[in-house]
């Protein structure tokens, strides 16, 4: 088994843990986003095709990146959706790691942090407070 340590790791890269890989980037914290899934936007590509937002495009935000299209009050598309997550993990360069299935997260016994038991690595977090 391998163990890389890594002070933040962030469980899971959809909107909400995009926004956290932002901005602790934004602050120069080292951290890493594991995704189960092996691009971005898995969860909406399982959408049927003709699956759009039910609400405006505009209420589409994550920082560092508000709709910017034509159609403020319209109702993006699940392909637009799609991209606009692939867009905002390449734009922002944030460090996702695609195809990590996060088992558990224990504490550590032997000092402070913890470990985030994943396949196909394991990752400990220096605990900084």
Known sequence: MTT???ETVIVGGGQA????????????REHIVLEKADRSGHAWRQRWDSFTLVTPNWTFRLPGAEYAGDDRDGFMPRDEIVAA????VAGHAL??????????VEPL?????YRVRARPQAI????TW
């Open 85 to 88: 997550f692939e867009h905002y």
């Open 109 to 113: 016994t032997d000092r402070p942090g």
């Open 4 to 6: 890389k340590r890594v």
């Open 17 to 28: 843990g995009l926004a956290t890989s932002y901005w602790l980037k934004q602050h120069g």
């Open 95 to 104: 460090p996702v790691s695609f195809g990590v299935d996060v088992t558990a």
């Open 124 to 127: 400990s977090r220096r605990k």
